[in-house]
């Protein structure tokens, strides 16, 4: 059997501290040939100088910052291999991590696989085993901070983590990969969604340890582009049917998100979000066009993947309670209505 050839795209974005180790525990993977290409994104460290040279890595120097999905698909474009697999300039791999989950990712019926994401100065703690999702577009790190013994068998998840997975190169070309208008946040779950829609499963590699340098913030920029970013994904992945069935909870979340907007000083972030996708109406429905003529299978089934409920240890909201009741209870009653489309 012939060894995978893998192209690994990494991006470089500010200091930087951990790309040098990042890199050379890619360049040394086993049982696989690798190539590594870093998208130089606006690095301010000194990481760049010290990764050009290394054998079997190509530096892409870009004029301005594209963000996560427009580097990524700079970086994509470039590739040779068989397979890619993106991996984040903060995490790093185990020697055999990218060959086990290539190993998966090429199992008929997988569209794209993940490893198991440690945290890394306790790399016996998970910190996502994949990410679950909500019916109204939230996603989170699942299993965050629990045993990796407790997250310790492969199983099919409802949404992949950008952080380390593998992919067909030609099935991402096939999907157009990212879309460069995500700039950052939330394209991991569009991509999920619209392999789900061609009936591919996501698989999660137990055994394929990464360590991640994992730093949860909370900053402006931040919150309007996941906010943003997760009502894109709503408009142009859900079919209409289901934009209609689940209006009433939509709206509601809305509600719940400007609340919590206004108690924690983002409002505006918020609105300019909502602002954005009224000045980009007309790509929005060029995209929802797109995605909807590419799918294979209806919203029914992947229903069954969501949730109607957000995780009370995660998320500090006020009135987290209430949305749940509210969310949780309209979801088990709309569940079957989505099953008849």
Same mark, same amino acid.
């Given at each position: 059997?012939?060894?995978?050839? /893998? $192209? ?5 974005y500010g200091p930087e501290p951990y790309l040098v180790d990042a890199a050379r525990a890619v360049l040394a993977s086993t049982d696989i040939t690798v190539?590594? /290409? ?9 990481? /760049? ?5 290394? @054998? ?36 790093? !791999?185990? &020697?055999?991590?990218?060959?086990? $989950? $290539? ?5 008929? #019926? ?5 490893? *198991? ?21 939230? *996603? ?43 700039? &950052?946040? %939330? ?17 999660? !590699? @137990?055994?394929?340890?990464?360590? %991640? ?11 309007? +582009? ?16 289901? +934009? !209609? ?13 400007? $609340? ?25 429905? *060029?995209?929802?066009r797109q995605l909807q003529a590419e799918r294979l299978v209806p919203d029914g089934v992947i229903a069954e993947l969501m949730t109607g409920r957000l @995780? ?5 909201? @006020?009135?987290? #309670? ?14 079957? +209505?989505?099953?008849? *489309?």
């Amino acid at each position: 059997m012939a060894t995978p050839r /893998i $192209t690994v795209v990494m991006l470089a974005y500010g200091p930087e501290p951990y790309l040098v180790d990042a890199a050379r525990a890619v360049l040394a993977s086993t049982d696989i040939t690798v190539e590594l /290409i870093v998208v130089d994104n606006g690095c301010t460290g000194d990481g /760049i100088d010290a990764v050009k040279n290394l @054998p079997g890595v190509r530096v892409l120097s870009l004029e301005h910052n594209t963000g996560y999905s427009g580097g990524c698909a700079v970086g994509a474009a470039e590739a040779t291999g068989d397979w890619l697999a993106f991996v984040n300039s903060d995490a790093i !791999v185990a &020697a055999d991590a990218l060959a086990k $989950t $290539t190993a998966v990712a090429a199992e008929d #019926g997988v569209g794209a696989a993940m490893a *198991s994401i440690r945290l890394a100065d306790r790399p016996d703690l998970i910190n996502t085993a994949g990410n679950p999702l909500h019916f109204a577009g939230l *996603s989170w790190a699942g299993g965050n901070g629990e045993p990796a013994t407790a997250h310790a068998h492969r199983r099919s998840v409802p949404s992949l983590s950008g952080c380390c997975f593998v992919i067909d190169r030609h099935l991402w070309r096939e999907l157009d990969g990212f879309a460069p208008e995500y700039f &950052a946040y %939330h394209e991991d779950t569009e991509l999920s969604l619209r392999l789900r829609q061609r009936g591919l499963r996501l698989e999660y !590699v @137990p055994d394929a340890v990464v360590r %991640h340098h994992y730093e949860f913030s909370r900053n402006a920029l931040k919150l309007y +582009l996941v906010e943003r970013n997760r009502l894109v994904t709503l408009f142009t992945t859900y079919q209409a049917r289901t +934009l !209609v069935v689940l209006a009433p909870a939509l709206l509601l979340t809305e509600a719940a998100m400007l $609340t919590t907007a206004l108690a924690d000083g983002w409002a505006r972030h918020k609105i300019r979000g909502w602002r954005w996708l009224w000045q980009h109406r007309g790509w929005l429905r *060029s995209r929802r066009r797109q995605l909807q003529a590419e799918r294979l299978v209806p919203d029914g089934v992947i229903a069954e993947l969501m949730t109607g409920r957000l @995780p009370l240890t995660d998320v500090t909201a @006020p009135g987290l #309670g209430v949305f749940n009741m509210l969310a949780g209870t309209y979801w088990t009653l709309a569940k079957p +209505l989505l099953k008849r *489309s």
